[in-house]
Antibody
């Protein structure tokens, strides 16, 4: 069974940093693009970043470019999101998701999410 | 960016009746080299992550009931639930995966009338 389990969320002050993790199991992690998607309270999902199977390509939404870094460790079947210079508008549930074979931005399995709250 | 706009924002349908949700993209998501529309539909229930229902505009994901169907091409797409069941109450999102960033629509909240 495919499982994705996020961790690392919490309350952080504006300007602070946080590192999210996602532990994958039930599939060969190294064969798939993986993605971070966030969802602010009462809003629709927002794609944040994704990373190629070998980590050689990464893409970001404009609003986080230069502040967030996506990375992966295939030996540990783990995905990470390093978030710096956090702002109130980064408050959201952050999901990790696996990309479907049909496209790197098509998401077939999602974790349950971890809540990040940016507030003083 | 390819912006996705859904209509309506909310919809109330009687059990057993048809529900129809529309999605329009700001530019075509039809890739000419393979004639595929890079358009997906997701269902999200309260407290849960989105669940993939349909991709390539009309291909059902494994395990999705056949009362769910997708249609359309280019810039205009439709998700249809042929006979609404109580468990279909959710918010539905379309998403283009033609390019980056793969934006989602604003969502359509489906309720029972």
């Amino acid at each position: 069974e495919v499982q994705l389990v996020e961790s690392g969320g919490g309350l952080v002050q504006p300007g602070g940093s946080l590192r999210l993790s996602c532990a994958a199991s039930g599939f060969t992690f190294s064969r798939y693009w993986v993605t971070w998607v966030r969802q602010a309270p009462g809003k629709g999902p927002e794609w944040v970043a994704n990373i190629k199977q070998d980590g050689s390509e990464t893409y970001y939404v404009a609003s986080v470019k230069g502040r967030f870094t996506i990375s992966r460790d295939n030996a540990k079947s783990s995905l990470y999101l390093h978030m710096n210079s956090l702002r109130a508008e980064d408050t959201a549930v952050y999901y990790c998701a696996r990309s479907h074979s049909g496209g790197s931005c098509l998401l077939d399995y999602w974790g349950q999410g971890t809540l990040v709250t940016v507030s003083s | 960016d390819i912006v996705m706009t859904q209509s309506p924002d909310s919809l109330a349908v009687s059990l057993g009746e048809r529900a129809t949700i529309n999605c329009k993209s700001s530019q075509s998501v039809l890739y000419s080299s393979n004639n595929k529309n890079y358009l997906a539909w997701y269902q999200q229930k309260p407290g849960q992550p989105p669940k993939l229902l349909i991709y390539w505009a009309s291909t059902r994901e494994s395990g999705v009931p056949d009362r769910f169907s997708g249609s359309g091409s280019g810039t205009d797409f439709t998700l249809t639930i042929s006979s609404l069941q109580a468990e279909d109450v959710a918010v539905y999102y379309c998403q283009q995966y033609y390019n980056t960033p793969p934006l989602f629509g604003q969502g359509t909240k489906l309720e029972i009338k």
